[in-house]
């Protein structure tokens, strides 16, 4: 993934969105000092060049935030980081250069931060504890940190969740969901969300109920052009679609200057000659972020960070499946077998080969649909 991450995907990003709250529960746990970046901090872990275990330098706790965003630390461990080169560090280090086929030295050597201050996307290299880097095209996968068996020539998995892999808690498994009422949103919009928050709730045990009252309910979903709020602005026509907190927070916001196809079922559902997104593709993986995934690397997945050219894409992976089980366990009503409904088809009708065009062509695009807040961390 990351060496189709260009420098100016990445510019880009961060004029567009200086902070993804994708990867917090909500934007008032966004650090302070995540705020305001400046130029030096590249140059500043630059400096850190040599350090090696029992040193301490001023600012050796950044490079440790930088790997634990990567998942090289785990997200257990919290709070304040030392500014020693202590074990956790080191093997931090080893890991990364065993990531990135580095000389395997356990030394902020001068090649790895080279290769730590490339620009990269925000999505962890470590995800569950295993590599998902190692394993492009062949079979090989390491185990990182896994208690329990070896995941040694085992599928590897693909989600990921947010740091901390937050999920609705135990007393909350039926949640309600509710619409702007400002938006006056038709019943065949509504259906749309109702037709998706379907697809998951088939798969855990948990329901999702439409209410009227948006206020109080646990998931509010709303269409909204430009500044709305939340410190996430949307962007007009394409670029960002919409973008969903994870939990417990429930927001799932749509930008209202796309065109969006609405029609489920049967019909071509163009909207205009613009390009247009399907409105239940980006619903399904939305809710995918509202229940606590992440992005996922298997490319037919909901949670892959891109809309395939041409196609629909509503069906729940495997991959998606098995990562959304890990948070909430599965639904003892479905045991997998499930009656596909029209909706579930994926259609090749190439009516979506504009926004195809979009999407398809660069991985530019890719990145920049990913969060880059581990870069962010260095400042
Ligand atoms: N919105 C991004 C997304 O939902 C926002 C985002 C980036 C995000 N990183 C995140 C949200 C981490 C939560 C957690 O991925 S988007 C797709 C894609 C978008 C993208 O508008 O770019 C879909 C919305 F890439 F998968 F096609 C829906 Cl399906
Ligand atoms: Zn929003
Ligand atoms: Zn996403």
Excluded at 128 to 157: D, P
Excluded at 237 to 252: D, E, I, K, R, V
Aim: hydrophobic share 35%; proline share 5%; charged share 20%.
């Amino acid at each position: 993934m990351i060496r189709f991450c260009v420098f100016v995907a990445f510019l880009l990003f961060l004029v567009a969105s200086p902070v993804s709250a994708g990867f917090y529960p909500n934007a008032s746990s966004i650090p302070p000092d995540l705020h305001h970046p400046t130029d030096s901090a590249w140059n500043a872990f630059l400096n850190l060049t040599g350090c090696h275990a029992g040193m301490k330098v001023n600012g050796l706790y950044k490079i440790k935030q930088y790997f634990q965003h990567f998942g090289y630390i785990p997200q257990t461990l919290s709070g304040k980081f030392t500014d020693d080169f202590d074990d956790l560090l080191k093997n931090a280090v080893e890991m990364y250069q065993r990531n990135f086929k580095l000389n395997i030295t356990g030394e902020l050597d001068e090649l790895t931060l080279n290769h730590v201050v490339i620009p990269r996307c925000g999505v962890p290299d470590v995800v569950n504890g295993t590599s998902t880097m190692l394993n492009g095209g062949r079979r090989r996968t390491y185990e990182v940190s896994f208690s329990g068996r070896s995941q040694r020539f085992h599928a590897v998995k693909r989600y990921s969740f947010f740091p901390g892999a937050p999920r609705w808690p135990e007393r909350r498994r039926n949640l309600t969901y509710a619409f702007e009422p400002r938006n006056a949103l038709a019943e065949e919009v509504k259906n749309v969300f109702s037709r998706a928050f379907v697809r998951w709730a088939e798969v855990i045990p948990l329901t999702f109920r439409r209410v009227e009252s948006f206020e109080t309910s646990d998931i509010s979903i709303g269409f909204y052009t430009g500044n709305h709020g939340d410190g996430e602005p949307f962007d007009g026509f394409m670029g960002t679609l919409a973008h969903a907190f994870s939990p417990p927070n429930g927001h799932l916001h749509l930008d209202s200057d796309e065109d969006w196809i609405v029609s489920g079922e049967g019909g071509d559902g163009v909207l205009s000659e613009r390009a247009a997104v399907d409105l239940e593709s980006v619903a399904v993986h939305e809710i995918g972020h509202l229940l606590g995934l992440g992005h996922s690397s298997v490319q037919d997945s909901i949670m892959y960070p891109t809309l395939t050219t041409g196609r629909r894409k509503v069906d729940l992976h495997s991959d998606d499946v098995e990562g959304v089980q890990y948070l909430y366990g599965s639904n003892p009503n479905f045991n997998g077998s499930r009656t596909p409904t029209p909706s579930t088809y994926q259609r090749d009708t190439g009516d979506f080969g504009a926004a195809g065009r979009i999407y398809g062509s660069s991985f530019v695009l890719t990145c920049l649909l990913m969060s880059t807040v581990g870069l962010l961390l260095l400042y």
